[in-house]
């Protein structure tokens, strides 16, 4: 599907295939991890260090049946990401990276009202649910600000598991976020 942006640029939203992988890897690191995340809102430098993801992550989000990777591109450059995955009634929104460059231009909206749209029509669910890290406090609000309320559930970070990043402190954990769609 092809999306208006501010600037009058197309978005287009096609699945992520195999050969995307490294770009996408690329792109989710670049928005969460390192230096080059401090350019966009989005890091999460102060709190994980390490990896945010990695190829066979990516790959087995690609690979299951009930999920889809979108994969965003303006003028046929990947510029952001995200995922879908079929659960029951809800869909689950994660792996969501814009370019940290492209931040705070109205990117974000625009793919998490078209990710939204996606599940309702193809799946018929009535919910979507992502969890943040707690602690991102504006993040959270930006969510909010989209209709996404938080629910007090909470489960543990990954302490140990460096798949999902080093933590910098000692009292992260996952909250739950649901919309009605």
Request: net charge negative.
């Amino acid at each position: 599907m092809d999306t208006a942006t501010p600037d009058s640029a197309r978005l287009t939203f096609r699945d992520a295939t195999e050969a995307d992988v490294p770009a996408l890897v690329a792109l989710i690191e670049s928005a969460y991890r390192g230096d080059s995340s401090r350019t966009g809102w989005t890091t999460e430098a102060d709190i994980l260090q390490g990896q945010r993801t990695d190829e066979q992550g990516v790959r087995d989000v690609i690979d299951a049946p009930a999920s889809r990777l979108l994969a965003v591109e303006r003028g046929g450059e990947l510029v952001a990401c995200c995922q879908l995955e079929h659960r029951g009634d809800a869909a689950y929104f994660g792996m969501f990276a814009v370019r940290p460059g492209l931040q705070g231009g109205g990117l974000g909206k625009l793919i998490i009202a078209e990710a939204e749209r996606t599940a309702k029509e193809g799946w018929g669910v009535g919910e979507m649910h992502m969890t943040v890290i707690s602690v991102r406090d504006d993040l959270i609000a930006w969510y909010e600000r989209r209709g996404y309320r938080r629910t007090g559930a909470l489960t543990p970070f990954p302490y140990g598991d460096e798949r999902f990043g080093i933590p910098q402190r000692d009292d992260l954990a996952f909250e739950l976020l649901v919309k009605n769609i």
